[in-house]
């Protein structure tokens, strides 16, 4: 059974920086495409970052040169590096394990965790 388990949520300071993870269990992360979306209130969820297996990575434009997205094979881990967050950041985080980029919809799910920020 796989299983998608993010943490590191939480309230944080505009400017500041926070740290996601997403421990997966029931599957190698390293041999899937994996993602970062998020959702706002109000609005549809969007990709945020993704990587692929070999480790490409890919970031939508409102997040480009501020956050960064890893992956630790060994831990079997995903992460997300949130810097100079901005209030425009709030949301619920997701992370997402797919076969290849292009079909997350279809993928593994996390349950999402929170992120505000303060200005």
């Known amino acids: 059974q796989v299983q998608l388990v993010e943490s590191g949520g939480g309230l944080v300071q505009a400017g500041g920086s926070l740290n996601l993870s997403c421990a997966a269990s029931g599957l190698t992360l390293g041999a899937y495409a994996a993602a970062w979306y998020r959702q706002a209130p109000g609005k549809e969820r969007e990709p945020v970052a993704r990587i692929a297996s070999s480790g490409s990575t890919y970031y939508a434009d409102s997040v480009k040169g501020r956050f960064t997205i890893s992956r630790d094979d060994a831990k079997n881990t995903l992460y997300l590096r949130m810097n100079s967050v901005k209030s425009d950041d709030t949301a619920v985080y997701y992370c997402?394990?797919?076969?290849?980029?292009?079909?997350?919809?279809?993928?593994?799910w996390g349950q999402g965790t929170q992120v505000t920020v303060s200005s």
């Open positions: 997402a394990a797919a076969r290849t980029l292009a079909t997350f919809s279809s993928g593994s």
